[in-house]
T-cell receptor, first 116, second 115 residues
Framework: AQKVTQAQTEISVVEKEDVTLDCVYE???????LFWYKQPPSGELVFLIR??????QNEISGRYSWNFQKSTSSFNFTITASQVVDSAVYFC?????????????FGTGTKLQVIP | DTEVTQTPKHLVMGMTNKKSLKCEQH?????MYWYKQKAKKPPELMFV???????INESVPSRFSPECPNSSLLNLHLHALQPEDSALYLC??????????????FGDGTRLSIL
């Protein structure tokens, strides 16, 4: 069985602060993919980043960066210089291959509030 | 604007009504998904279609009936729903590949209220 844990239920930061969202996962698969999605109040989930289980290289994309560590089964996500528009619920997700389509296990989400 | 379009955005219906939710995408995605999301919870997978065929039904009650008439459209037919079915219903689509690592593209959802 797969499991994704986001221990932080809600986080509040002041605008321009950096914020890290934690994600810990469990899986028995050797090949898997990790995602971060953002869900603003409007409802749709927006894909942010993806990482496969064979690539632990950490990257930066604009104000977003992520830290993937297989040894601790963690896939943390950092927003640098947060903005009010970053206020949303962020979901970490783990997927396994199910014949080409995905079967996604979502974490419980972290609600981020950026205060002006 | 999202690339996956869901209609209607809001729906209020009684327990004896029949209604349908519609989802449309023109990205050439051959996998389409229905999710149910309760407030302050993550999305829960309901159905998966791949190449217009039902691949996964996550033990969803028969009062929810999915339909995929073509590669661009996905419907969810609703009949005799219960108050606990009130939720945000999200549609998503993705490319199909051998590794299953394609991100899903989500619509804005339909906020459903059952009276």
């Amino acid at each position: 069985a797969q499991k994704v844990t986001q221990a932080q239920t809600e986080i509040s930061v002041v605008e321009k602060e950096d914020v890290t969202l934690d994600c810990v996962y469990e899986t028995r698969d050797t090949t898997y993919y990790l995602f971060w999605y953002k869900q603003p109040p409007s409802g749709e989930l927006v894909f942010l980043i993806r990482r496969n289980s064979f690539d632990e290289q950490n990257e930066i994309s604009g104000r977003y960066s992520w830290n993937f560590q297989k040894s601790t089964s963690s896939f943390n996500f950092t927003i640098t210089a947060s903005q009010v528009v970053d206020s949303a619920v962020y979901f970490c997700a783990l997927t396994m291959n199910s014949g080409g389509y995905q079967k996604v296990t979502f974490g419980t989400g972290t609600k981020l509030q950026v205060i002006p | 604007d999202t690339e996956v379009t869901q209609t209607p955005k809001h729906l209020v219906m009684g327990m004896t009504n029949k209604k349908s939710l519609k989802c449309e995408q023109h990205m050439g995605h051959r996998a389409m998904y229905w999710y149910k999301q309760k407030a302050k919870k993550p999305p829960e997978l309901m159905f998966v279609y791949s190449y217009e065929k039902l691949s996964i039904n996550e033990s969803v009650p028969s009062r929810f009936s999915p339909e995929c008439p073509n590669s661009s459209l996905l419907n969810l037919h609703l009949h005799a729903l219960q108050p606990e079915d009130s939720a945000l219903y999200l549609c998503a689509s993705s490319l199909l590949d051998s590794e299953g690592n394609q991100p899903q593209h989500f619509g804005d959802g339909t906020r459903l209220s059952i009276l």
